[in-house]
């Protein structure tokens, strides 16, 4: 059964900077795409990056030049690095992960920005 366990979540000033992980139970290698959505209050969860089994790079508009996605393979990690960060960044983020049998998600991690 795969696994995906996020951490570096917390409260950050605007302005501020955050670094997520998801540690997967498997290689990141071994998935077709995995990615970072955030769900913020009262919303339904929308992708904010995402990175292909070729390295390809995928980024929600409002966090190009912000976020930067990348992966450790030999850790067995995906990142989201957070730079600038603005109030309307808040919301529980989730790792994402496909392959070729199923969708899994992790457990979230929260990412508050105060003013």
């Known amino acids: 059964q795969v696994q995906l366990v996020e951490s570096g979540g917390g409260l950050v000033q605007a302005g501020g900077s955050l670094r997520l992980s998801c540690v997967a139970s498997r290689s990141v290698f071994s998935f077709i795409r995995m990615g970072w959505y955030r769900q913020a209050p009262g919303k339904p969860r929308e992708m904010r990056a995402t990175?292909?089994?070729?390295?390809?790079?995928y980024y929600e508009d409002s966090v190009k030049g912000r976020f930067t996605i990348s992966r450790d393979n030999p850790k067995n990690t995906l990142y989201l690095q957070m730079n600038s960060l603005k109030l309307e960044d808040t919301g529980v983020y989730y790792c994402?992960?496909?392959?070729?049998?199923?969708?899994?998600w992790g457990q979230g991690t929260q990412v508050t920005v105060s003013s």
């Open positions: 994402y992960g496909r392959n070729d049998w199923s969708d899994y």
């Open positions: 990175i292909t089994s070729d390295g390809s790079t």
